[in-house]
């Protein structure tokens, strides 16, 4: 039986088409396969093989900046979703006390009165891979 791929959940083109997964990502065209065939050159090798180590961990960030943005949204969601459950269940919940009220609402008002201090921004540092090895950093305002 015939499907079409982007119906199913599974496949990566409903991943894609959903924006659950990156689309374009200059990473992503590293792992096109190439049937070209080169001759063996050590260093050929060796500097492959620490821009693949580079290249993932590359990509690994991107994936989890894009994850923490795809969900940036869920948190509130969540909270306004739990809200509503208490409330139409408010009436399996244990009464409060006036006295036990009271006292939330004087610690609530507190709360609010105390001044919120703002946290000192980080300085953002950009690396660089050497040819040679090793990382270059960067301050980047």
Not at 26 to 54: C, G, Q, S
């Amino acid at each position: 039986m015939k499907r079409n791929p982007r119906k199913l959940k599974w496949t990566k083109a409903f991943r894609k088409s959903a924006g659950k997964e990156m689309i374009v990502d200059t990473t992503l065209t590293f792992a096109a396969r190439r049937n070209i065939p080169v001759r063996y050159n050590r260093d050929h090798i060796e500097t492959t093989l620490k821009a693949m180590e580079r290249i993932t961990e590359i990509r690994a960030k991107r994936e989890r900046a894009f994850y923490k943005k795809r969900m940036a949204g869920n948190k509130e969601r969540q909270r306004d979703a739990d809200r509503k459950l208490v409330a139409e269940n408010e009436h399996l919940l244990p009464r409060q006390r006036a006295s036990e009220r009271m006292a939330l609402e004087e610690m609530d008002e507190e709360r609010v009165t105390v001044p919120v201090l703002q946290e000192k921004k980080k300085q953002k540092l950009k690396q660089r891979l050497l040819v040679g090895g090793g990382v270059d950093e960067m301050d980047v305002d």
